[in-house]
């Protein structure tokens, strides 16, 4: 099933900002993987660009708000539109240590991923983990809140389907970090019709078992957009991506 998982965690050390970037995410979420299933761990390595997961970045509270930042603090996880949160896709400075930072694991194919999540609320709290030379300590894990909006959830493919609505005709996206899409062979930040659905299709496709022909996007057209540009430069790469909303209707 698709699911999103939410880890809240505590550096006990100053995290340098050249650690955040996504090749250190990485080796974190492999080695999380690896400790309560080494053998998915070897498969992922081995795949080190499989689309079933997606890591967002580390995100850290606002430092104007006394309440995210306080040591004290068991878990920080916005509860979406009435706690707004930008997400953070580029840290321009270190973090420092005691802050709580979350970090959202998407998981997209069931046969691989069926039992991780609940492997991690067992084990994950009770050892320390590595980002770059900075010990941190998991404190919470949160598989599939109860909370309408919220960072994590889950729900079968079967259920997704079913309950579709018969009568909703506007598909809507928010691009909360920068996205970018394939276009033959090149990688471009505009979000056309085809380049997201497509996208999408074969993702669905490829993970649920109930297929849908590429005729169905035909159907789709665009009807409104608010969008801007936005880079992100690593030490490896610059990537140009879009953020904002974007809204398509179903016709015929």
């Avoid at 967002?56 to 930042?69: F, G, I």
């Avoid at 941190?136 to 579709?164: C, K, M, V």
């Avoid at 990537?239 to 015929?252: A, D, Q, R």
């Amino acid at each position: 099933m698709p699911q999103s998982i939410v880890i809240n965690l505590v550096p006990e050390a100053v995290i340098p900002k050249q650690y955040l970037e996504s090749q250190h995410l990485q080796k974190l979420f492999l080695a999380l993987v690896s400790a309560v299933d080494p053998e998915l761990g070897r498969i992922l390595q081995a795949d080190s660009q499989n689309r079933a997961v997606n890591l967002s970045p580390l995100q850290v509270p606002d430092p104007k708000n006394d309440r995210l930042t306080s040591r004290k603090l068991k878990f920080f996880l916005p509860r979406g539109p009435s706690e707004q949160h930008v997400m953070q896709y580029q840290h321009k400075a270190d973090i420092p240590a005691g802050v709580h930072c979350w970090w959202r694991i998407s998981l997209l194919d069931d046969a691989l991923f069926e039992d991780l999540s609940y492997a991690w609320e067992r084990q994950l709290t009770r050892k320390n983990w590595f980002l770059g030379p900075a010990r941190l300590h998991i404190t919470n894990l949160f598989a599939n809140s109860q909370q309408p909006f919220d960072w994590a959830s889950q729900q079968t493919y079967q259920q997704l389907y079913e309950g579709a609505s018969e009568t909703e005709r506007k598909i809507q996206f928010q691009f909360l970090t920068p996205a970018v899409f394939r276009q033959g062979s090149y990688d471009s930040p505009m979000p056309t019709r085809d380049a997201l659905f497509h996208s999408l299709r074969k993702r669905w496709n490829r993970y649920s078992g109930l297929a849908f022909a590429p005729s169905v996007i035909s159907s789709i057209i665009p009807q409104a957009f608010e969008l801007q540009t936005a880079t992100v430069e690593t030490s490896q790469h610059k990537v140009i991506g879009c953020l904002g909303h974007l809204t398509f209707n179903l016709i015929g």
